[in-house]
């Protein structure tokens, strides 16, 4: 053993000496580096500890198996909102340059809600009979049948099945402005009015039954906290995807027919994405998740049904509870004044763009911006509604509208004769569309979904489903009907610029008082819900 030590003894005497030839044995000399390592490991930990933390709040998705499951989940919704972005250019430019712009009004109400109380007979009807699988694909493929239909078959021979607008103005006895005068161009143009209506019902089925019913099914509560503002960030860059085809290729072609060609293809193909991800991931599902959530007591929590309410059984149910009326109050007024300011901008638009191409590349642009916003205003909004309260969050999508709304009506009272005016009156009801659309979006879809949260479990499913349906229906179709009376009386929704500005006005007025009451009952209710759940904890 003495032998080893000696044999050994000489290498740690050969350690580095000290520069500049000082004295001492290399032992000490290295003795400094040792004690330098603590400092640098616990500035790599910092250091470790704050990308983990920036990590989790860019992107909570945790291992392999929970990130393709996102990513497999969230290319489903990409593709959806990709089409439905495309679909909506698209109508937007066949009806509003064929038509008018007032033309949508009258659309929603004898075309859309009818052709979607259809549709949703139909499909509770298929979703009784049919497996999850076979709705999916029942429900998603016969929409991109028919836009591959309409590109084909329907558009290349309008000519042949359009009537003259003379013959159809002289069955309605029509002149060449006001309500029956937009009625003969929809019926002398009704394949553009048919595709307007079908992408409108797309529009609602595809987020809503197609994605959101998927997503519900198998992602469970704990990943949904984390997954479903990812996907609103991830589906919102397919907006600015789309607009940009749109703008850069589509509208680039010789002629409307040959730009529609173009989105054709580009719709056909997120059509086929979204059956092949939807597919991937059902199957990636069924392979890592085929058991069901089982609670801490061994029991298997079964699937809340959300139920489906009449109109007469949602505005009963409304009625019994003032926080409730309060919430629908709050989306009447987003579904109401939105509609108002969103059909009198395309209106001028088109005198703006009256060239379909022209007219098609800036609804992409918009488009574009509108998903590029989104994913800004959506990653700091949540930031807006922690620091500076409800309150704030929820006037914030009202206040904004009030104030941007203001040069926009100022433009158009003063006259649109001359074509400086029309433009600023155009780039002023972009700006207020794009951010009253972004705002809504980060803002007030949060706090509104927030109010919910501290009511009983019956107030929170009940009531939901009692606004979506009188929200969605009222909002939209009040709007449009009113819009239509107005066309009936002035002739064009610009002429009635001054009366919705007045209604516009006080839709704002009545939504940020019904905010500002909500907000004290919010407040309330969530003290309340606190003291309860402390009450509870303390019996246990």
């Known amino acids: 053993m003495s032998d080893i030590h000696q044999r050994k003894s000489p290498r ?6 000290p520069r500049g030839g000082g004295g001492g044995d290399g032992v000490e000399v290295a003795s400094p580096a040792p004690a330098a390592t603590p400092a640098t490991d616990h500035k790599d930990d910092t250091t470790m500890s704050s990308l983990t933390k920036l990590r989790r709040t860019i992107f909570p998705i945790y291992g392999k198996q929970e990130t393709i499951k996102f990513l497999l989940i969230g290319s489903i919704k990409f593709f959806i909102i990709m089409a439905l972005t495309l679909t909506r250019d698209t109508k937007d430019t066949l009806v509003v340059t064929q038509c008018g712009a007032e033309a949508i009004a009258f659309l929603k109400i004898y075309g859309v809600l009818p052709a979607a109380t259809a549709f949703i007979a139909l499909y509770s009807k298929m979703a009784s009979v049919l497996e999850k699988k076979t709705l999916f694909y ?11 239909l309409y590109d084909v078959v329907i558009y290349p021979n309008a000519a042949i099945l ?30 553009s009015a048919l595709f307007y209506v079908v992408a409108e019902i797309y529009s609602s089925v595809s987020v809503g039954l197609l994605f959101w019913q998927f997503a519900n099914d198998v992602v469970p509560i ?8 990812l996907f609103a960030q991830m589906s919102g860059l397919a907006p600015v995807l789309a607009g940009q085809y749109v703008v850069r290729y589509a509208s680039q072609a010789p002629d409307f027919g040959s730009s529609l060609n173009r989105l054709t293809a580009a719709i056909a193909f997120s059509g086929t994405m979204i059956c092949i991800y939807y597919q991937l991931a059902t199957q990636y599902v069924e392979k890592t998740e085929g058991v069901p959530e089982v609670n801490i007591d061994g029991s298997v929590s079964p699937k809340k049904k959300k139920p489906r309410m009449s109109m007469k059984e949602s505005a009963k149910f409304l009625a019994s509870s003032q926080y409730l009326r309060l919430i629908a109050t709050l989306v009447l007024g987003y579904g109401l004044s939105i509609n108002f300011t969103e059909i009198m901008w395309k209106s001028l638009v088109k005198k703006q763009y009256p060239d379909p191409l022209d007219y098609q590349r800036f609804m992409g642009n918009f488009s574009s911006a509108v998903g590029l916003s989104t994913c800004i205003v959506i990653f700091f909004g949540v930031h807006v509604i922690r620091i500076l309260g409800w309150k704030v969050g929820a006037m914030a999508t009202p206040g904004i509208m009030m104030i941007l709304g203001i040069p926009f009506f100022a433009c158009i009272l003063i006259g649109l004769d001359s074509p400086v005016r029309l433009h600023v009156a155009v780039v002023l009801g972009t700006i207020q569309s794009l951010l009253s659309k972004t705002s809504k979006y980060a803002l007030f879809d949060p706090t509104t979904q927030m109010a919910y949260i501290p ?6 499913v009940k009531g939901k489903a009692a606004i979506d349906v009188l929200g969605s229906r009222v909002g939209k179709s009040g709007g449009s009907l009113i819009q239509q009376g107005l066309v009936f009386v002035f002739g064009n929704i610009i002429n009635a610029a001054p009366v919705v500005a007045v209604i516009y006005y006080s839709v704002l007025v009545g939504w940020i008082a019904a905010a500002n009451r909500l907000s004290s009952l919010f407040q309330a209710q969530t003290e309340m819900d606190k003291a309860n759940k402390y009450e509870r904890s303390k019996e246990k």
């Open 162 to 191: 359009h009537p003259s607008l003379e013959s159809v103005q002289k069955i309605l006895g029509s002149t060449s402005s006001g309500g029956l005068a937009v009625l003969a161009k929809i019926v002398a143009n009704w394949t």
């Open 12 to 17: 740690l005497s050969t350690k580095t000496p």
């Open 138 to 148: 029942s429900t998603c493929i016969p929409f991109f049948v028919f836009f591959v």
């Open 455 to 460: 009511l009983d479990e019956e107030s929170k």
């Open 222 to 229: 704990g990943q949904a906290k984390r997954f479903y503002p």
